[in-house]
Each structure stands twice: as structure tokens, then as C-alpha cells.
């Protein structure tokens, strides 16, 4: 469908095509008053407004989709005595920036990537430009260099004194273009790519918004109707459950559906093209089953020691009860990080409009995955 073309005189008049086929029946075209034109000009601003805040809530749900399961791998390699694993560093992200910092009542949510923070370095980027140790060269590249040397500088600085030799940062998707720029920036690291079932992911997810929108202090913009939800759901978890209602907005759970298929399906072929032996995925789902034997492929994967007793000290250093209070797996506490920890929740939450809708949008990575209509 052809979209209309603004006049700098009046209100959007059609384009050629669309001109030209109505031609020979139409009538003459209607002049519009000033006020008329203002009005139209002001509808037009509010529609151009909705839209962006709309794209900049997509963009930062997507970035923020598999926190959970990336969290408990970062525990695990931590839990070795060779390994520092922190997390979240943000380093690269190229189209990270918060334009709503202000809106934002906390004190570690960084405000843009350190890529981002570079780049919009105004003063960085005009010494760069007159230096006459780099005022020749690229200025987009010195800049996207120093992400690289920025980013060494910093996690070597926190690995003096610790008595460990590898250092890692969990990276989450702050675009779908997360591995290329990785790639690009580390062309010695090892990256491990956590994968879970879409449909775990978005029920988590869901949980992860309720916990940190923007008027609790979080940086996340909920809808009054997924408040309204959310109030419903941990009054009585089990009562709202059985009577069919769902956790999500059917906006939310296409946008979450389309996040988790867009990052991951590129992730992967991204991972595999540019890191190569570089590049390991781990499966959640094999990781909760089978925790030694995984523990010890990705300690292996990093360089680390991984024979079986030191993979088993850091299976029991990260498990589920460690970081809940002593919850036990499968004991949900939504307004906690570490939540329920179990694999196939979606199962007794998906609604059957949830699961036509996410396989809608994502169904064919589901089956290309393996995962199961359930």
C-alpha cells in the first residue's frame, strides 16, 4: 500500500501512482483551509510520536529477553576458581541509548552501551579528528577501536588481584546483531550462546517487565492493561491461571514471540559463520538435565580446567536454592530474579490463543530448534 507524501504547502497528497489511476472519475480536488491543514499537520505529529515510543518499547523488550537462563550460566562459570564472570557490562551495542534515562529512578541502568557512549563522544570524536596522531585515519573506526580496547581494559583491570585468568561478561541481545559485534570487536573470545525454548523465555520475560517498569523505578514501560494483569495474576497465581486468563497483552506476546526469533535465529547463524570453533551453544533445557556434563563442555569451551569435580563444585556453588532465599525449583516468587527455574512453564501458562500466536510468529525456529508443540 503506497503511504502519502507531505507537500511543504499543504496537506500529503498521494504519490503519482496512485494519482494516476484515479484519474478520469475523480472529483476536483478540494481546497483545505489553514486551520484545516494545522489540524491535519498536528495529527499527523501525534501518529509520527506513537509510533516512535511504540518502536523504542519493541526495541527495549528485545533487549531484554533471556536474563534467567544467561544468568545462571555467568554463576556457574563464576563458581570456578580459574573463572570471573560478571554481567550485565554492556559493552558493545551500537543502537543502545536510553532516551528516557531521566523518566529512570536508578542508580546502575546504564543510560547507552559503551560502544554508544563512545561513538556520541563529541569531544572524543573531535580530538580524533585534529589529532595529529589520527586526524588522517578513520574516525568511525578509531572510535569503534577503542570499544575493543576499552572493554580489555576495564575486565583486566578487575581480573588483577583475583587470583583467576579468564574474565567474561554476560552480553545480553541489545540488538539482533549482538554476535557481528562481538565478532568484530574480540577476535580472540570465546562466545556462548544460551538457548531456550521461546515460549519459557517470553513467560519469563513477562515476569521480568512486571518487576521493573517505569513506575516502580525499573526501566521498562508496561501498559495500564498489563498492570491491571499483573495486580490480577499475584493475588491468586493458581485461580488466575485456571480460569484461562492469560499473563500477556496479545501485543506483548507477538512482540515477544518476533523478539525471541529475530535474536536467536540470527545469532546462530551468525555464530556459527563468523566465530566458528569460537562459538558454542548450550541448550537450557540439556543444562537443567544433564548440569555436570554441560558444566564441564563449557568450562572446557573457555579454556578452563574442567574435569568432573571442579564442573560438580560449580553445579552445587550456582544452583537454584543459593540465589532464591532456599526456595526450592518449581516454588514460583514473581517479584524475585531468580524465579521458579524450571523447564516447560509455558506449558500451565500459555493460554491456547498464546501458543497460536507465538507459533504464528516464531513457530518454525520452535520446530527447527526441536521444541515441541507441547
Known amino acids: 500500500?503506497?503511504?502519502?507524501?507531505?507537500?511543504?504547502?499543504?496537506?500529503?497528497?498521494?504519490?503519482?501512482?496512485?494519482?494516476?489511476?484515479?484519474?478520469?472519475?475523480?472529483?476536483?480536488?478540494?481546497?483545505?483551509?489553514?486551520?484545516?491543514?494545522?489540524?491535519?499537520?498536528?495529527?499527523?505529529?501525534?501518529?509520527?510520536?506513537?509510533?516512535?515510543?511504540?518502536?523504542?518499547?519493541?526495541?527495549?523488550?528485545e533487549r531484554r529477553l533471556a536474563r534467567a537462563e544467561?544468568?545462571?550460566v555467568m554463576?556457574?562459570?563464576?563458581?570456578?576458581?580459574?573463572?570471573?564472570?560478571?554481567?550485565?557490562?554492556?559493552?558493545?551495542?551500537?543502537?543502545?541509548?536510553?532516551?528516557?534515562?531521566?523518566?529512570?529512578?536508578?542508580?546502575?541502568?546504564?543510560?547507552?552501551?559503551?560502544?554508544?557512549?563512545?561513538?556520541?563522544?563529541?569531544?572524543?570524536?573531535?580530538?580524533?579528528?585534529?589529532?595529529?596522531?589520527?586526524?588522517?585515519g578513520d574516525t568511525e573506526a578509531a572510535l569503534e577501536e577503542l570499544v575493543g580496547v576499552c572493554t580489555r581494559h576495564i575486565m583486566h583491570r578487575a581480573l588483577e588481584g583475583s587470583g583467576k585468568r579468564l574474565v567474561g561478561d554476560k552480553t545480553p541481545f541489545l540488538g539482533a546483531d549482538a554476535i557481528v559485534e562481538l565478532a568484530s570487536h574480540f577476535d580472540d573470545s570465546q562466545v556462548i550462546h544460551v538457548i531456550r525454548d521461546g515460549r519459557d523465555v517470553a513467560v519469563s520475560a513477562m515476569h521480568h517487565l512486571w518487576n521493573h517498569?517505569?513506575?516502580?523505578?525499573?526501566?521498562?514501560?508496561?501498559?495500564?492493561?498489563?498492570?491491571?494483569?499483573?495486580?490480577r495474576y499475584r493475588k491468586d497465581p493458581q485461580g488466575f491461571?485456571?480460569?484461562?486468563?492469560?499473563?500477556?497483552?496479545?501485543?506483548?506476546?507477538?512482540?515477544?514471540?518476533?523478539?525471541?526469533?529475530?535474536?536467536?535465529?540470527r545469532a546462530i547463524a551468525n555464530g556459527r559463520d563468523l566465530l566458528a570453533d569460537r562459538y558454542t551453544e548450550v541448550r537450557y533445557e540439556r543444562l537443567v538435565g544433564e548440569p555436570i556434563a554441560e558444566t564441564q563442555r563449557l568450562l572446557a569451551a573457555v579454556g578452563a580446567d574442567a574435569r568432573p569435580n571442579l564442573a560438580a563444585r560449580c553445579v552445587e556453588r550456582a544452583r537454584f536454592e543459593r540465589f532464591s532465599g532456599g526456595r526450592p525449583v518449581g516454588t514460583e516468587d514473581s517479584t524475585a530474579f531468580t524465579r521458579k527455574g524450571i523447564v516447560g512453564d509455558w506449558m500451565a501458562v500459555f493460554t491456547e490463543r498464546d501458543r497460536r500466536l507465538f507459533e504464528e510468529e516464531a513457530g518454525e525456529l520452535l520446530t527447527e530448534l526441536g521444541y515441541s508443540s507441547g
Not at 526501566?219 to 495486580?231: A, P, V
Open 241 to 265: 491461571l485456571e480460569s484461562g486468563k492469560s499473563i500477556f497483552t496479545e501485543r506483548r506476546i507477538l512482540a515477544l514471540a518476533s523478539a525471541w526469533q529475530s535474536n536467536v535465529s
Open 1 to 61: 500500500m503506497s503511504k502519502p507524501t507531505k507537500s511543504k504547502n499543504g496537506p500529503p497528497k498521494p504519490r503519482a501512482g496512485a494519482a494516476s489511476a484515479a484519474k478520469g472519475n475523480s472529483p476536483p480536488p478540494v481546497k483545505a483551509g489553514a486551520g484545516e491543514v494545522e489540524e491535519l499537520r498536528r495529527v499527523l505529529r501525534e501518529r509520527d510520536l506513537r509510533i516512535t515510543k511504540l518502536r523504542q518499547r519493541a526495541a527495549a523488550l
Open 75 to 136: 554463576r556457574l562459570l563464576e563458581a570456578h576458581p580459574e573463572v570471573m564472570a560478571r554481567g550485565e557490562g554492556r559493552f558493545v551495542g551500537r543502537s543502545y541509548k536510553r532516551p528516557d534515562l531521566k523518566r529512570i529512578d536508578s542508580a546502575t541502568l546504564q543510560p547507552s552501551s559503551l560502544q554508544r557512549a563512545l561513538l556520541d563522544a563529541d569531544y572524543l570524536r573531535a580530538w580524533i579528528e585534529r589529532s595529529v596522531w589520527t586526524r588522517e
Open 70 to 72: 544467561s544468568s545462571w
Open 213 to 231: 517498569p517505569l513506575d516502580l523505578g525499573g526501566g521498562l514501560d508496561l501498559s495500564s492493561d498489563e498492570s491491571r494483569i499483573r495486580e
